[in-house]
């Protein structure tokens, strides 16, 4: 995989934040957790579709089934299982890079 860096900066995401992009076709989800950047699919393993971030509840909701995911990506509420797959992200400056 190549390096791909993010449309988006580390200080576009308040600390305990999260926010999902598109790249290309490609769907991710990004959370600051106020010490390190944590990237991962927006893909709900449980049936494929899209998370949101609730930014009250500070987790990753899934609207096809109610699944709901920690900010770090794993399962709070089923019927998912499986934590959001992380993409492995690296920080240099304000930019994100994954890959």
Known sequence: MDTTI?????SDIPAGQGKAID?????????????????MENRCPHAGCLVNWNTAAR???CPCHGSRFNADGTVKKGPAREPLPRIPAQVVDDEI???
Request: cysteine-free; charged content about 20%; aromatic content about 8%.
């Open 6 to 10: 993010l449309p988006i900066k580390v």
């Open 23 to 39: 790249v290309g076709g490609d769907q991710y989800v990004v959370h600051n957790d106020g010490q390190s950047i944590i990237v």
């Open 59 to 61: 987790t990753w909701d």
């Open 97 to 99: 890079r994954i890959g």
